[in-house]
């Protein structure tokens, strides 16, 4: 199309530009040459390169036509110099036929691809190395297909040898097998996880003996392992924890058990601590001392009840527990007198108590005992009585020796009853209880003549109702002389209450009278109130007058004693036959004895007469 005419004559012409005819088309001549290659072996013969496709034209391939050509080896195996041959069409709608194609090969190389692998390795108890086994393997990165054999052989080791669950594991030394195995390279290592148990090991200990506490508490002294591998000794050990005995009680040989133990140490991680072994150990006996107390009793007492103290029970433990209690013995009894005796404590029996006695001492005090003077009494002139006591009672067969005394003195009156002579053995405290000698004046006094006065001394009290008695019968007058005349007294006159008085008894009959007096508790000194002119007065003493009235003394101010009548005989008061000092103010009896006196050594009972020139008190000793 597009052709134009031209010449003079085109114009003749109508031409439509269009012309037919024939040609030849020759392929146009390309050369495919394979390049340079390496690769990694992949199980197949394709390079991965791009054939060079070159042509002596301006250009290789023409306008919309594609080239598809590849390079191969010549197959898969790994090698060097291997034959790369092109190979391919172009697309050019005509089935490649426009194209005259020349392939020319190169060599190549395929290397070998890269295996790794992993293993299974067993479980294992710990075992201070780092071998594992190696239970399976597999390849990884065998292409699909491929005669590849992974062998059965390597070894493998953990990471370290201490026990923990999914630890490393390594292994080398592992060699492949098969068709295709020189088409891979493979370091024989591989690499998996597995467990390191701890080793179960068990324990042992001992245990101190002991002396019996009242608990099961064992003390450990040792503890050591068994089952710990060599080259851990030292770095794991058995540490804490506490022991008990089986039975609390004295026994030898006991089962202990312990509790609560554990491992330490650098490798006690890599142990299991099963079982500690028990022991055993003994309890011995504690020692118990039994110290009998001290007691002490009276002599002639029941020995007390013997007690004892313990030193030594443990924990809350008493006497209570002994199987066995502590008897005691002596050698005192009722009747051992007074000294110190051994307490002697045996026979306690217990299993957990190693027993030992310490003697009390048993002190036998003397034993107290009272003597109580009877009071007893007797008439003027009489002998004394049997001196009487009661007492408590006696032990055995004990008596007293000795016998009761009393004051000397045969005057009116009271006298003390002493203990005198009387005395027990050392085994008794003696408390003496005084009594009273009361010597009465109840004297027969003779009666010369029938209705006669007979003058009589009060040298005591006389009675409430004094009492006469008359053993002939006769009748009985009691007169005192007062203020002149002789008068009738009452019951407690002056002159029979003071010890003083004298006064007179006058009777119908010859014979003998008695009077009864009262026992003086005053003191042993009285007052008597002499009245101016005569009174008559008495002395209970056979001893001189002035020994008796020494304590009336003249003053300068007060008339004192001028005249004192002594009559010689008991009927009669007389004007004749006494002595007599002269009717003055300044005659002293302790300056003048009376000395001249017919009857100077006085009657116990005399009665005689002192005039006073004016009342005066005075003090007469009893």
Do not use: C
């Not at 330490?264 to 022991?279: E, F, I, P, R």
């Not at 008894?505 to 014979?511: A, F, R, V």
């Amino acid at each position: 199309t597009g052709i134009i005419l031209g010449g003079v004559d085109a114009g003749n012409y109508d031409f439509d530009g269009t012309g037919t005819g024939t040609a030849t088309i020759n392929p146009r001549s390309i050369t495919v040459t394979a390049v340079a290659s390496t690769k990694v072996y992949n199980g197949t013969t394709d390079s991965g390169g791009v054939p060079i496709i070159t042509s002596s034209l301006s250009s290789d391939i023409v306008g919309d036509d594609v080239a598809d050509f590849i390079q191969t080896y010549d197959n898969k195996n790994v090698g060097t110099l291997k034959t790369l041959t092109p190979s391919g069409t172009v697309n050019d709608g005509n089935s490649g036929n426009n194209y005259n194609v020349t392939l020319v090969p190169l060599t190549g190389e395929i290397t070998q691809a890269s295996l790794t692998a992993t293993i299974t390795a067993s479980n294992k108890v710990y075992d201070g190395t780092t071998s594992a086994t190696i239970t399976g393997r597999t390849l990884v990165g065998v292409i699909l297909g491929d005669d590849v054999i992974v062998n059965e052989d390597g070894t493998a080791t953990f990471a370290d040898a201490n026990a923990d669950i999914g630890k490393a594991v390594s292994a080398t030394g592992i060699t492949i097998t098969g068709a295709d195995a020189p088409n891979y390279s493979y370091d024989g290592t591989a690499t998996g996880t597995a467990d390191i148990t701890p080793l179960e090991i068990t324990g042992s200990f001992t245990a101190d003996n002991k002396s019996y506490d009242g608990n099961a508490v064992a003390t450990i002294l040792t503890q050591s392992l068994n089952g710990v591998l060599s080259g851990d000794e030292g770095n794991v050990v058995l540490i804490g924890g506490t022991a008990d005995f089986a039975d609390a009680n004295v026994a030898d040989g006991i089962t202990v058990a312990a509790l609560g133990m554990a491992l330490d140490g650098s490798a006690a991680g890599n142990y299991t601590l099963t079982n500690v072994d028990t022991t055993i150990a003994n309890i011995t006996k504690a020692p118990l001392t039994v110290t009998a107390d001290n007691q002490s009793k009276v002599y002639g007492a029941s020995n007390p009840t013997f007690t004892a103290s313990y030193n030594g029970f443990v924990e809350v433990e008493d006497v209570g527990v002994l199987d066995t209690p502590v008897s005691f013995s002596t050698d005192a009894d009722e009747t051992s007198p007074v000294d110190s005796y051994a307490i002697s404590a045996s026979g306690a029996l217990d299993n957990n108590y190693e027993i030992t006695y310490v003697p009390g001492i048993l002190t036998i005090t003397a034993a107290p005992l009272t003597v109580t003077a009877d009071n007893q009494s007797k008439n003027f002139g009489d002998a004394d009585p049997v001196l009487t006591y009661t007492n408590d009672s006696l032990v055995g067969s004990d008596v007293f020796t000795g016998s009761l005394a009393r004051d000397a003195g045969e005057n009116v009156g009271t006298y003390a009853i002493t203990q005198g002579t009387l005395v027990l053995n050392s085994n008794y405290l003696l408390t003496f209880v005084p009594a009273l000698f009361t010597l009465n004046f109840n004297v027969p006094i003779a009666l010369t003549e029938a209705g006669k006065w007979t003058l009589v001394s009060a040298p005591t009290l006389l009675s409430e109702t004094p009492t006469i008695t008359d053993d002939e019968n006769g009748v009985i007058a009691l007169l005192v002389y007062r203020n002149g005349a002789f008068v009738v007294p009452s019951a407690g006159d002056d002159e029979l209450v003071n010890p003083l008085s004298a006064f007179y008894i006058k009777t119908t009959s010859t014979g003998k009278i008695g009077l009864k007096f009262a026992t003086i508790s005053s003191p042993t000194q009285a007052s008597k109130q002499l009245s101016a002119g005569w009174n008559l007065v008495g002395t209970n003493n056979a001893g001189t007058a002035q020994n008796e009235f020494s304590s009336i003394q003249n003053t300068a101010q007060t008339a004192g004693m001028v005249t004192l009548f002594v009559p010689d005989t008991y009927n009669s008061r007389k004007d004749t036959g006494y002595s007599s000092w002269g009717e003055n103010a300044n005659h002293d009896l302790n300056a003048n004895p009376i000395t001249v006196l017919p009857n100077n050594n006085l009657s116990a009972y005399d009665g005689y007469w002192i005039f006073m020139n004016s009342a005066l008190a005075f003090i007469k000793n009893l």
